[in-house]
């Protein structure tokens, strides 16, 4: 990947004890309004396996996972932040939380995604954008 293709982003959780790095291909997020998205005010960043780097805190990371146990949620152990998960619809991939990126979110435009009717919804995140 060239740097005129994106580049790279650090982030982390609250306490710094989880840090990662993603690419960051373009400025488009999704705001999810599944009941878990919606009540931790996620900001979603999809991205592949290739785009993402967990640089350190594997060790303070636990696991949350609920109704088909498909997705794999991840938040660290002591401060409860979100940083990212393995999403249902990219089980290979990341959904990284862009409000956890150390630049913030606010250059992200930002579209909504039916997360209520997932099943009818995730055709339009799982293609290419």
């Not at 004890?17 to 400025?27: L, T």
């Not at 990126?101 to 909504?112: K, P, Q």
């Amino acid at each position: 990947m060239t740097d005129h293709e994106g580049a790279w982003q650090s982030g982390g959780c609250h306490c710094g004890a989880v840090r990662f790095r993603v690419f960051v291909a373009g400025a488009k997020a999704i705001a999810c309004n599944c009941s878990i998205c919606a009540k931790k005010g996620m900001v979603n960043l999809i991205v592949t396996s290739e785009q993402f780097e967990l640089i350190d805190g594997a060790a303070s990371l636990s696991t949350y996972q609920f109704n088909t146990r498909a997705a794999r949620h991840k938040f660290c152990k002591h401060c409860g932040i979100h940083p990212f998960s393995h999403p249902r619809s990219h089980p290979d991939g990341y959904d990284v939380n862009a409000r956890c990126l150390d630049g913030g979110c606010d250059h992200f435009e930002v579209e909504g995604f039916d997360g209520q009717n997932w099943e009818a919804s995730v055709a339009s995140i799982q293609s290419p954008r």
